[in-house]
């Protein structure tokens, strides 16, 4: 099993829709998780940090399954501007905060 | 204020040569990190820095990576003997400290093309 794994996508949505993106990892210890947000050809930017069960900021909620060790990222009511690269990211436990990140998920949103 | 900012945007060079890519992080972060990513390809963890001190090296690619961070603040990656399956995206990180899981803040990216 990859340390990291997501599904590339492209999810292709109309605006307004709810999408939910999984992503699951091989490091049963890992404790705290995070979605990265990518733009073409622009950096990584953080999105939101998944500490216990769950996290919710305005639209989007990311959701924690420590039993089946995966992470998901659901966003409500998809605006245009949310077309970018989602990207799951996993410490991995070696003493300092080395990321792992998954391949991404691109999501193309359409009117 | 100042994000971190990479340097050159993009850098084409002949296979064989060296080349130099440099970092400037935020000022007052103590960690530093150096990702690649190629093309469809996730990022790749390469090296980090607590300081200008980097223990961990056995991310680098090969012996033809090094890098350097001096005075704390700016760090160089350096690629001797550049060859074609090191065209990439070097991106650049840096955060508050090492020892708590802060946010990472990326560069714009160096853009390597080796031809």
């Keep these: 099993r990859k340390e990291v794994e997501q599904d590339p996508g492209p999810f292709n949505v109309p605006e307004g829709a709810t999408v939910a993106f999984n992503c699951t990892y091989s490091n049963s ?33 990311a959701q924690l399954n420590r039993a089946s060790q995966y992470i998901s990222l659901l966003i409500r009511d998809s605006k245009l501007s949310d077309s970018a690269t989602y990207l799951c990211v996993v410490p991995r436990n070696t003493g300092f905060q080395k990321l792992v990140f998954g391949t991404g998920t691109r999501l193309l949103v359409s009117p | 204020g100042a994000g971190v900012s990479q340097s050159p945007s993009n850098k084409v060079t002949e296979k064989g040569k060296d080349v130099e890519l440099r970092c400037d992080p935020i000022s007052g972060h103590t960690a ?40 704390g603040s700016v760090s160089t990656l350096t690629i001797q003997r550049t060859q074609q399956e090191d065209s990439a995206v070097y991106l650049c990180a840096s955060s508050l400290e090492l020892v708590t899981l802060d946010e990472q803040y990326f560069g714009p990216g160096t853009r390597l093309t080796v031809t």
């Design chain 1, 29 to 61: 210890a890992s404790q705290s998780f995070f979605w990265y947000r990518q733009d073409c050809r622009k950096e990584p930017k953080l999105l939101m940090s998944v500490y216990s069960s769950g996290n919710e900021d305005g639209r989007f909620t």
């Design chain 2, 32 to 71: 530093l990190y150096w990702y690649r990513q190629s093309l469809g390809q996730g990022l790749e963890f390469l090296i980090y820095f607590q300081g200008n001190s980097a223990p961990d090296k056995s991310g680098l690619p090969s012996d033809r990576f090094s890098a350097e961070r001096t005075g």
